[in-house]
């Protein structure tokens, strides 16, 4: 079972940038396509921006211009980076290998 570490978020202020990383354990990271996910307070879990194994991209329209995702093979981790942050992208944010396990999640608030 592939395990999953996230970490980076934090409390920003509206405006600010924040960085995700996400590290795999095992031997299979390179291979799957990973995806970030977010669940605010009373709302789904949704989907904020995927990458495949060979580094295509999409991302939740809310996020587009403003949300990075990428990854390094070498060190089994994946990225997301957040830009102009508001308060609305507050939420627990977890990383996924798609179609397997997930992270234990991690907090990041947008507040003044």
């Known amino acids: 079972q592939v395990q999953l570490v996230e970490s980076g978020g934090g409390l920003v202020q509206p405006g600010g940038s924040l960085r995700l990383s996400c590290v795999a354990s095992?031997?299979?990271?390179?291979?799957?396509?990973m995806g970030w996910y977010r669940q605010a307070p009373g709302k789904q879990r949704e989907l904020v921006a995927a990458?495949?194994?060979?580094?295509?991209?999409n991302y939740a329209d809310s996020v587009k211009g403003r949300f990075t995702i990428s990854r390094d093979n070498a060190k089994n981790t994946v990225y997301l980076q957040m830009n102009s942050l508001k308060p609305e992208d507050t939420a627990v944010y977890y990383c996924?290998?798609?179609?397997?396990?997930w992270g234990q999640g991690t907090q990041v608030t947008v507040s003044s």
């Open positions: 990458i495949t194994s060979g580094g295509s991209t």
């Open positions: 095992g031997s299979i990271f390179s291979s799957k396509s």
């Open positions: 996924k290998i798609l179609g397997g396990s």
